[in-house]
């Protein structure tokens, strides 16, 4: 059998409707993104959603934060460049995007706050470290990266007992071949670490302060790391 490799593109043109169906309460996580931007964005730095997608996300966060925080820039990055159909109707002078793979973009500077929704977990393993890196290295005092993943248990044992409820909860949209293909298509592409080694790397190894787990819904997680 020959397994092709997955590729976003296809979804491009609904995907605000796909991921919705993949990934139990990402609504709700991206209203979370919203409400807690307002308290890390600082006048006159920039915010970026690191695989933005369809980019509503983070033109939800500049709407909400336009009147109250002065000479911010927000940034859409993503290195599917068909979801650019969808970034048409969110630019703005103070909003922009860029079709981009994250490893080369040089435009990680003054940055406030960071969102990477199921972005970390597609990067190579040899360059998640890096990619991390170059982040914490943009950001400004105060700032705040915003990261959610899909993680792996703390065992075989609860993988198992934790991942069917998750395949439970796609069956209401997907048929069971659908599933099955698209797992084997992410085969050797997603790099997932577990909770506990996502917290270790970006307290020991990038010096976040504080990292704290905001949202989860296994094997789904999201942790806001302070500078």
Same mark, same amino acid.
């Given at each position: 059998?020959?397994?092709?490799?997955?590729?976003?593109?296809?979804?491009?043109?609904?995907?605000?409707?796909?991921?919705?169906?993949?990934?139990?309460?990402?609504?709700?996580?991206?209203?979370?993104?919203?409400?807690?931007?307002?308290?890390?964005?600082?006048?006159?730095?920039?915010?970026?959603?690191?695989?933005?997608?369809?980019?509503?996300?983070?033109?939800?966060?500049?709407?909400?934060?336009?009147?109250?925080?002065?000479?911010?820039?927000?940034?859409?990055?993503?290195?599917?460049?068909?979801?650019?159909?969808?970034?048409? @109707?969110?630019?703005?002078? #103070? *909003?922009? +995007? &860029?079709?981009?793979?994250?490893?080369?973009?040089?435009?990680?500077?003054?940055?406030?706050?960071?969102?990477?929704?199921?972005?970390?977990?597609?990067?190579?393993?040899?360059?998640?470290?890096?990619?991390?890196?170059?982040?914490?290295?943009?950001?400004?005092?105060?700032?705040?990266?915003?990261?959610?993943?899909?993680?792996?248990?703390?065992?075989?044992?609860?993988?198992?007992?934790?991942?069917?409820?998750?395949?439970?909860?796609?069956?209401?949209?997907?048929?069971?071949?659908?599933?099955?293909?698209?797992?084997?298509?992410?085969?050797?592409?997603?790099?997932?670490?577990?909770?506990?080694?996502?917290? @270790?790397?970006?307290?020991? #190894? *990038?010096? +976040? &302060?504080?990292?704290?787990?905001?949202?989860?819904?296994?094997?789904?997680?999201?942790?806001?790391?302070?500078?």
């Amino acid at each position: 059998m020959t397994i092709q490799k997955f590729d976003f593109s296809q979804y491009a043109p609904h995907f605000g409707e796909h991921i919705e169906k993949s990934i139990p309460g990402y609504r709700r996580l991206q209203d979370k993104c919203v409400s807690l931007s307002q308290r890390f964005i600082q006048d006159d730095t920039t915010v970026v959603d690191v695989g933005c997608s369809v980019g509503d996300l983070i033109a939800r966060v500049r709407n909400h934060n336009q009147l109250c925080r002065n000479g911010v820039e927000y940034i859409g990055i993503d290195v599917e460049r068909k979801y650019a159909e969808h970034w048409e @109707k969110f630019r703005a002078d #103070d *909003l922009r +995007f &860029r079709a981009s793979d994250l490893r080369t973009f040089e435009g990680f500077e003054r940055m406030s706050l960071v969102f990477s929704l199921f972005t970390l977990q597609f990067v190579p393993e040899k360059d998640k470290l890096g990619v991390l890196r170059q982040l914490r290295d943009g950001m400004v005092a105060g700032g705040a990266l915003l990261l959610a993943e899909k993680v792996l248990a703390s065992s075989a044992r609860l993988q198992d007992a934790l991942t069917f409820p998750f395949y439970d909860y796609k069956r209401r949209s997907f048929e069971d071949k659908e599933i099955l293909d698209k797992e084997r298509s992410l085969r050797g592409q997603m790099t997932g670490w577990s909770q506990k080694k996502l917290v @270790k790397v970006l307290k020991r #190894d *990038l010096g +976040f &302060r504080e990292v704290e787990t905001i949202w989860n819904d296994f094997p789904f997680t999201a942790v806001l790391a302070l500078t």
